[in-house]
């Protein structure tokens, strides 16, 4: 049995709608159910209790605030809106200034824009504005919580010769992490059968039921490699080199 510690996240956001803090609950839910001990004012705050207390306390004890991005959240949290106009779960760049920038997590939950507070328009976001992605989004939000790698980073390889002209001699070995390996196994099979000839981490995501960051790093692997060249509109193809290695190496 594991003795690791559950992480607390703090969940932030805007009573817009009933809809809406139903989709947060939800969230909640899956994290939880996940080994994520989520706050969230629907499950921990009750009346009579001060609400700016209730979040300062929570703020500086959980790992990682995430900050549900609509545009009323937004609003309000640029506007810094206090007093009676006060919004429960908003989270101002005051309360912010004393603790760990890294733990505030932005969550994009809008249609058409990827507005996010001010004091945090610098930071990567994750976006779950489309359902449909849910799934995909919500295994990049685990990873970062737990900080669990994709995959691991590949070791460094030797020093590579070079000819009189001083021109690299290219290795021809594939020393490749298993997953990116694995990746260029399906690239390769699905050319071979001419299913397809363009790839993005996007579309591999999509019809191998994988995050869609494996094959981001994957496919900026192989490219560094030489077995990929990307295109114009951002898609891989498979290089000579690729295909070359992929008969000597029995890839298919």
């Known amino acids: 049995m594991s003795n690791k510690k559950s992480p607390i996240v703090f969940i932030s956001y805007s009573h817009d709608s009933s809809e809406h803090k139903q989709w947060v609950a939800n969230l909640g ?3 939880r159910q996940n080994g994520v001990d989520a706050i969230l004012d629907q499950w921990d705050l009750f009346p009579g209790e001060d609400v700016p207390t209730f979040m300062e306390k929570k703020l500086s004890s959980c790992q990682y605030a995430l900050l549900i991005c609509t545009k009323r959240y937004v609003k309000k949290a640029n506007a810094g809106i206090g007093g009676v106009g006060y919004e429960k779960m908003i989270v101002t760049s005051e309360l912010i200034r004393d603790m760990e920038a890294s733990k505030f997590i932005p969550i994009i939950r809008q249609s058409g824009t990827r507005e996010v507070p001010k004091f945090i328009e610098t930071k990567l976001h994750l976006d779950f504005s489309k359902d449909d992605d849910f799934e995909i989004v919500f295994d990049e939000l685990l990873r970062t919580i737990y900080r669990s790698t994709i995959s691991k980073k590949p070791p460094l390889g030797k020093v590579p010769s070079f000819r ?7 290795n021809n070995d594939l020393d490749l992490s298993e997953q990116a390996l694995e990746t260029l196994r399906i690239i390769v099979k699905q050319y071979d059968s001419g299913e397809e000839s363009y790839w993005n981490a996007e ?5 191998l039921g994988k995050g869609r960051l ?3 790093q994957s496919l ?9 060249e ?3 509109d951002g ?8 295909k070359e290695d992929a008969l000597e190496k029995k890839l298919i």
């Open 230 to 232: 990307q295109d114009s």
């Open 220 to 228: 900026t692997v192989l490219e560094s490699h030489g077995y990929l």
């Open 203 to 207: 579309t591999l995501a999509e019809s």
């Open 235 to 242: 898609d891989f193809f498979l290089t000579n080199k690729g």
């Open 214 to 216: 494996i094959y981001e």
């Open 29 to 31: 839910i899956r994290l």
């Open 164 to 170: 009189d002209d001083g021109i690299p001699v290219q």
